[in-house]
């Protein structure tokens, strides 16, 4: 017998091999196409929180644990995992790692009828699945009181939206039956738009792997019980086991109905004619003519075997010649192909030629402008280094001669020294700027921050000194007005009284000392003020130039506003008067600006 295996890309091409072992052939067609449903977070994470995981086939192991990766997610080691089937188990070790129970009855009545599945009371229970199919284990879990959820990983769909291209393809290449293990390709395979396949269907022997499936060929598609045979699970070895039994079955009912077909045929009858026509020579009777009769028949009938089997031979013959015909067609269409097999190498091998001297060309080209462009980017940083190292040079020159910041120069020009660091023929240049250094650091500090300090000093203090303002005499105490009760002081009385009256017209107030002139103003004290700060700040300015003209002039000045408008009394203002003398009595040698060698040095060796 020829079988038609529909399984799911993949899984039936182990099955058509352990046919092949036993020289039964077989042809793939799978007619189901399985698709990855994405479980919800929900799901997931209630199947990782489960007591016990049921998974319902290998595809269901395969989605779960792709999609428990996906998420970073872990099965617990405390959950307890059960299997369908054994092929099952064994892709929860590949794919999890876990060893899973599997019933002896590798389908939901075996499984449901495991000892561990008796007690699930209040425990979690998740089952792994496809979308759809039986709702048997589930019945079976609650009523025992499991608190259940399912989690859907894949879905089965048709491969194709009708089943004719298959059904032609079997029907020519003479299919006597096909192997089915899913409802859904049950109804996939008579999904058929054309009378005549849905009449072969029904004549063909259905190879299925529960008790489910025969039931629904019976009741939806009227197929009978001699027609359907259940195998004991679904794995490649229960198969392959039930489609052999099968076969044999097939080869015994054949050699029986052969043996029947011979025994039927009356062989004796021609003896027995010629032993009555020897008994009998005399005259032919009814009988003899009848008995004549029935021998021919007989003869008529192992001739008409006989030209069956002729028949039989000769139509062999013809497909063993058609076949011939097809190998030497093969043959031809080998060699064909073979031919343009080599010259396709031919031609790859000559592109591949093409291809490597084209990169070898752009390999150049990319070196080339590779190099170009390098050699643009050292001139351009070229570039850019010498603008660095010229201001640098100017920098220190500036610092050395303007500001007389000699440390600051001195930083500059290692600065400059560092930058050389990766240039050639630079000896020259460095002990320029070494020299240079070294002179720098030779030479005295001026005092010209300790002299601006001291200035600044003295121009806090501007708003603290006391100027010559008058302050208000203080009035005499006046004698008490009260009159005296005593009689003998009459006269004082009469004082009192006149001072009183007189208070009460005139008031004459008297001091202890006479007011001097000019009084001074609140805005005239901010005048005073400013200009003293003024001749202070001109100072530290001029000093700073090394003006030493006006620094004498704006300290001349400062000392001349203090003696006109401040109290030179107060120590306050006294203080700052003895500084002011003393910063114009001090000489302050102006030294020479410092000539650096490094610009001229750095100017010969950039030409």
Known sequence: MKFAITRPQGKGEALASELAKSHSSALCTPVLKLC?????????????????????????????????QADDLSVPSTCKIFAVGTQTSDAVKAHLSRHA??????????????????????????????????????????????????????ERTAAQSHSDDWLDLWREAKIDGIVITSNAAVDAIFNTHQAANQAWLQACMFVVVSERTAQHLKIQYKI????????????????????????SQQGNAMTEKQQETLASTPSNEPQQVETHAKNHTAKLSKTAVLALLVALTG?????????YNQQQVTQQSGQIAQLSAQNSQLQSQLQTTQSALNELQNQWQAQQKSMNTQLQQQQRQVQQTLQQTLSQARQQVGGAVSSELRALARYAEFKAASERDYLGAVIVLKRLDGALSEELATDTLKLAI??????????????????????????????????????????????????????????????????KIKADFLTIRQHDRP????????????????????????????????????????LSGAISTLNSYYRTSDSASNMVMEQLQVLKRAEHPVTQTPQLATPNALKEWLQ
């Open 515 to 554: 007011v001097i002139d000019p009084l001074l103003d609140a805005q005239e004290q901010q005048l005073i003020r400013a200009q003293l700060r003024s001749y202070l700040q001109q100072a530290q300015t001029a000093f700073l130039d090394q003006q030493a003209s006006i620094f004498d002039q704006a």
């Open 224 to 247: 009978t019980d001699t027609q359907i045979v259940v195998s004991q699970g679904a794995s490649t070895e229960a198969l392959a086991q039930t489609i052999g039994d099968l076969n």
């Open 434 to 499: 070494n020299q240079d250094i070294a002179m720098l650091r030779a030479l005295p500090k001026p005092s010209t921050e300790a002299v601006y300090m001291e200035l600044a000093g003295l121009i806090s203090q501007v708003d603290k000194l006391p100027l010559k303002t008058i302050d208000k005499p203080k009035e005499r105490a006046s004698e008490s007005a009260e009159l005296s009760r005593d009689i003998s002081e009459w006269q004082a009385n009469v004082i009192r009284s006149w001072q």
């Open 299 to 307: 003869v008529g009938a192992a001739g008409g075997v006989y030209m």
């Open 36 to 68: 990855s449903v994405q479980a919800s977070p929900q799901q997931l994470l209630s199947a990782c929180d489960a007591d016990i995981l049921i998974f319902i086939s290998q595809d269901a192991v395969i989605n779960f644990a792709l999609q428990l």
């Open 101 to 154: 129970t599997a019933p002896k009855r590798q389908d939901s009545e075996g499984l449901v009828a495991l000892k561990e599945l008796q007690a699930v009371q209040d425990l979690q229970v998740v089952i792994v699945k496809g979308r759809g199919g039986r709702t048997h284990i589930s019945t079976a879990l609650k009523s025992r009181g499991a608190r259940l959820s399912t989690c859907n990983v894949y």
